[in-house]
């Protein structure tokens, strides 16, 4: 996995749904899709310092400290800056970071974080030399074994890259979002920059679930965040109007290959793609994470499936996407 000197299993599990902002997930549910995931074989879990306002992270520090025997075997990486108010490129100083990486070891019950990450900060902060230097030194003091960011654009994954001592890049990559496979995937593999690919099921549209009447709650991104109202719209269906979604993942979904899911088919998608370390889909559900697991187990893709998938882009999605990250 990169600069970590880490091996995790290139299916793990994003754990932003079991904090907040994808309707409610109840603690018992939320240990249980641990439970499902890390039995599965993931031994790589993402999760953030805002999500839930830290109870991803109490959630994840509560499920380790008690399995101690798979705790040695899990990769835990955990995000930091979307704390500051005001959110912008002065707030990412050391001090900052001291206290934003306190608040995580604690919540994850550990001295030093395996990896923490800055969490999509304004773009500024990519130039900043000053900013690498305190993520240096949280190596230095024992707070975090490697750090790496999460970018929104190609541009800011470029920069990151660049830096010597950046670990890992975290970046939208799927079927509807494939504009890093140009440029940030090649740069990272000769940088040894490992890739963590988050939103990898456009927010459950390549799930082939949803439709047109699909209703979702209240407290739910993918009803409040259709248009960037609270944070990028990249984030929510990967940017993709969601009447343009449904419809590309119904062609999406009659690819799927026999005895397996089109979740399984997009995952299996991004796996395959050269520089990728690790996708991280989320799950809302134990089953939900065990089918998620099981998508490594897929046969390659054929070239036909890859050529058809890009079709689909090419023709219904590309043009809302492709020029905005």
């Avoid at 299996?268 to 050269?274: A, G, L, T």
Wanted: proline residues 5%.
């Amino acid at each position: 996995m990169g600069r970590t000197g880490r091996q995790v299993g290139v299916v793990g599990l994003g754990c932003w749904q079991l904090g907040a902002d994808w309707g409610t997930v109840p603690d018992e549910t939320a240990v249980e899709v641990l439970d499902a995931a890390v039995g599965s074989g993931v031994t790589f879990l993402d999760t953030a310092d805002v999500y839930g306002d830290g109870r991803s992270e109490r959630v994840i520090g509560a499920f380790l400290a008690a399995r101690p025997e798979r705790a040695g075997k899990v990769t835990v990486a955990t995000k930091m800056g979307r704390r500051a108010d005001p959110h912008v490129a002065d707030a990412y100083t050391y001090d900052a970071f001291r206290r934003w990486t306190d608040r995580s070891r604690e919540n994850l019950g550990t001295d030093t974080l395996d990896l923490v990450q800055l969490h999509c900060p304004p773009t500024e902060v990519f130039a900043r030399s000053a900013v690498y230097d305190a993520l240096d030194r949280l190596v230095e003091d024992g707070r975090t074994a490697a750090y790496g960011v999460s970018v929104e654009t190609v541009e800011e994954a470029l920069a990151a890259i660049a830096r010597p001592n950046v670990a890992t890049v975290q970046i939208i990559l799927n079927v509807f979002r494939r504009k890093p496979l140009a440029r940030v995937l090649p740069a990272a593999v000769d940088a040894g920059v490992g890739i963590i690919a988050r939103v990898p099921l456009a927010s459950g549209l390549l799930s082939g679930r949803y439709d047109a009447s699909t209703q979702f709650a209240a407290d739910d991104h993918r009803a409040y965040n259709r248009h960037g109202e609270a944070f990028d719209v990249g984030e929510t269906f990967s940017g993709v109007p969601y009447e343009v979604g449904v419809e590309a993942a119904r062609e999406v979904a009659a690819l799927t290959p026999e005895g397996a899911t089109t979740a399984q088919l997009a995952l299996r998608w991004v796996v395959e793609q050269p520089g990728v370390s690790v996708v991280i889909p989320g799950a809302r559900t134990p089953d939900q994470a065990r089918a998620n697991a099981a998508a490594d187990d897929l046969a390659p893709l054929d070239d036909a499936t890859r050529a058809a998938l890009r079709d689909v882009y090419e023709r219904r999605v590309r043009a809302h996407v492709h020029a905005r990250w």
